[in-house]
């Protein structure tokens, strides 16, 4: 199982941005499915960004399709997610996941449930 340090999170406008990293530890993305999991208050935890590791195609719930960006950098074993237009919707702790995961243009799934890490808090707020 991988280990992952996901940080960047913080208190942010309406209309602002912000830039996750995940660093994966002890070990390299091995050509990994990666993605991004949101939780928000009360909710399920749910994935909103995924890349695949073999051809780098990304799957982006309908919520953040076309605000949020994913991307990857195995060199330095780090994922990234970049939001923009932010919402109030969009409050909630984030994880990433370097291990277990499955994905495609249309599916994000995570088939474990183990061995998240501690997440890092976004939250939208004026």
């Known amino acids: 199982q991988l280990q992952v340090v996901e940080s960047g999170g913080g208190l942010v406008q309406p209309g602002g941005s912000l830039t996750l990293s995940c660093v994966v530890s002890e070990s390299s993305l091995n050509y990994n499915d990666v993605g991004w999991f949101r939780q928000a208050p009360g909710t399920i935890r749910e994935g909103i960004a995924c890349i695949t590791g073999d051809d780098g195609t990304t799957y982006y719930a309908y919520s953040v399709k076309g605000r949020f960006t994913i991307s990857r950098d195995d060199a330095k074993n780090t994922v990234y997610l970049q939001m923009n237009s932010l919402t109030p919707e969009d409050t909630g702790v984030y994880f990433c996941?370097?291990?277990?995961?499955?994905?495609?243009?249309?599916?994000?799934?995570?088939?474990?449930?183990?061995?998240w890490g501690q997440g890092t808090r976004v939250t939208v707020s004026s």
């Open positions: 996941a370097a291990d277990g995961v499955t994905s495609g243009s249309s599916f994000c799934v995570r088939t474990s449930d183990s061995n």
